[in-house]
T-cell receptor, first 115, second 111 residues
């Protein structure tokens, strides 16, 4: 199967600081990666789509200057939450699209708590 | 616009009580319909991909079927460990790499 790893699984940061979450495809090259946010007992909310080597495409309402996405290689995408505030506390999940395939595989998710 | 609607929103079953989850979709040319299982606090786990009407796939107590308008996830004799949220997604031929997700069905299997 295809494995996608997210790190860290849990992070607590102080209000006003920035935090980076990594998403890695371990055994395949991911031409496209997706970042989602999920609130308790709600479905996935797509934040942005990133393609390797190009700028991310953000969904309406998502602040691109606050949620910086970098997809510098075919196996790594990062989400940086800048100047985090308590309302940014959430569960963030990435998924990776396997090039040549037709399925996306998800990471384990990252819990962010801003205090 | 491609859309996915899942029903019911929540389902409680007694252990051993078989049932089905529904995923209705509208898409301008189906490239794939996907089922995922999500446990609380974890990322979704891939279950099945279906490509064309009439196709069926099975995995343990789960069987996914597909018609031109909907997909069913049949759960036979469920066990408590089948409790999870089941998500359905579609990918259309005109929407590139975009996957459209439903809001999920939360399944609880009571011992």
């Amino acid at each position: 199967g295809a494995v996608v790893s997210q790190h860290p699984s849990w992070v607590i940061c102080k209000s006003g600081t920035s935090v980076k979450i990594e998403c890695r495809s371990l055994d395949f090259q991911a031409t496209t990666m997706f970042w989602y946010r999920q609130f308790p007992k709600q479905s996935l909310m797509l934040m942005a789509t990133s393609n390797e080597g190009s700028k991310a495409t953000y969904e309406q309402g998502v602040e691109k200057d606050k949620f910086l996405i970098n997809h510098a290689s075919l196996t790594l995408s990062t989400l940086t939450v800048t100047s985090a505030h308590p309302e940014d506390s959430s569960f963030y999940i990435c998924s990776a699209f396997k090039g040549g395939g037709n399925t996306i595989y998800f990471g384990e998710g990252s819990w962010l708590t801003v205090v | 616009e491609d859309q996915v609607t899942q029903s019911p929103e929540a389902l409680r079953l007694q252990e051993g009580e078989s049932s089905s989850l529904n995923c209705s979709y509208t898409v301008s040319g189906l490239r794939g319909l996907f089922w995922y299982r999500q446990d609380p606090g974890k990322g979704p786990e891939f279950l099945f991909t279906l490509y064309s009407a009439g196709e069926e796939k099975e995995k343990e107590r789960l069987k996914a079927t597909l018609t031109k308008k909907e997909s069913f996830l049949h759960i036979t004799a469920p066990k408590p460990e089948d409790s999870a949220t089941y998500l359905c997604a579609v990918r259309g031929i005109n929407t590139g790499n975009q996957f459209y997700f439903g809001t999920g069905t939360s399944l609880t299997v009571i011992p």
